[in-house]
């Protein structure tokens, strides 16, 4: 009867994960805005320390950056290769990254999407590219695996990647 009343208890909170991914006008974005203080200049240090970024351009309130050659981090969720969707585990994404600022918080805006192959097998080939929109969509919306496993798989790498580390001024 214990165990029941647990399943019961759980089941909400994991029949309705959420994820940050919409679709905008048929077009996949991931967006999430984080309620702490951050400025420009901080995430432009951010962005400079990481390999994953290419371009970035730094206007007052906004941060434009590439994503390139991002691995999914499907083991630091907490699964295998072997769970995990083949377009995650055997590709790395490219993308697009628009970082706005207001007082106190700050949104991520990530779209363009890109699949690219890390090598070729019988159904791609090596450096071959693929909107994520065709494996996380159908004609009436998300897939029902992408909403329920991937896409937290994806929450999970970006909130990582997008997370700077605050700098502590040393004040005692």
Do not use: C
């Not at 363009?112 to 996380?136: C, H, N, P, V, W």
């Amino acid at each position: 009867m214990k165990n029941l009343i647990y399943i019961f208890i759980l089941f909400p909170v994991i029949a309705f994960a959420q994820s940050n991914f919409l679709l905008k006008e048929n077009r996949l974005i991931w967006q999430k805005v984080y309620e702490e203080k951050a400025t420009p200049e901080l995430f432009k240090n951010h962005l400079l320390q990481n390999l994953e970024f290419g371009y970035i351009e730094v206007m007052d309130d906004k941060i434009i950056a590439t994503i390139n050659n991002l691995k999914i981090d499907y083991k630091g969720y907490g699964t295998s290769e072997l769970f995990t969707s083949m377009y995650i585990a055997r590709n790395n994404y490219d993308a697009l990254a628009i970082i706005e600022f207001k007082e106190n918080r700050y949104r991520i805006t990530i779209k363009d999407i890109m699949a690219i192959a890390d090598y070729s097998d019988g159904l791609t080939e090596q450096g071959e590219k693929t909107q994520l929109e065709r494996f996380a969509t159908n004609r009436k919306g998300f897939k029902k695996r992408f909403i329920e496993k991937d896409a937290l798989i994806f929450d999970y790498t970006f909130n990582k990647l997008f997370k700077p580390k605050q700098q502590s001024d040393n004040d005692w």
